[in-house]
């Protein structure tokens, strides 16, 4: 039924809608982002009425724009509100700090590989600028990771055509499970090394912790 209406919506309105619903949901919206842009490519590869290059540069162009949104939003609002009231949920200067940190050193890996994760595909570009992540770093992964996603989805499904459904699915638990278990042993990793890495942060990062 959701493709059957997103076929429709395809036909109709074609390169601003995937770029729209991308958008959208590179902001934090949960929305079909990736459904869209497989759809709107098996349209363009059955019918021959949208551009695959274009229709790719559009999904790019979208992913781009709405992670730089969601990254300035969480740079402006979330950050401020977790220096603000994160100690009520035990998230004190010293483990923000700490979050920093980690983030300056894998934050380019959650950025592009969180463009092929639905949950991190919402959620990479808030928490990059909740992290206060620097935004040239950002953008470049951000770009490509965003690049690479259209392109990889959209000549699939433009090449394969319905064969690319089926086999979206599975990648998607597949990819939304293995994230888990890594976010779950990530977790344990820094709560094993909290103090050492602690250490290293404020090392890293000394003084208050500053208001932008």
Known sequence: MLIQGL?????????????????????????????????????????????????????????????????????????RLLVGYGQRIGLTSRRIKLGQFLFDRHGGKVVFFGRFIALLRMLAALLAGINCMRWPRFLFFNAVGGTVWAAVFGLGAYSFGQQVHQLSRPFAVTSFVAAILLMVGGTWFVRRHEATLAEEAERALPGPLPLY
């Open 7 to 79: 076929d429709h919506l395809v036909a109709t309105h074609g390169y601003w809608l995937v770029a729209a619903v991308v958008a959208l949901e590179s902001m934090g919206l949960p929305l079909p982002g990736e459904t869209t842009l497989v759809t709107a490519s098996v349209y363009a590869g059955t019918t021959h009425q949208l551009d695959i290059i274009v229709l790719i540069a559009a999904a790019t162009c979208g992913a781009i724009a709405g992670d730089n949104v969601g990254f300035w939003l969480g740079r402006q609002y979330g950050y």
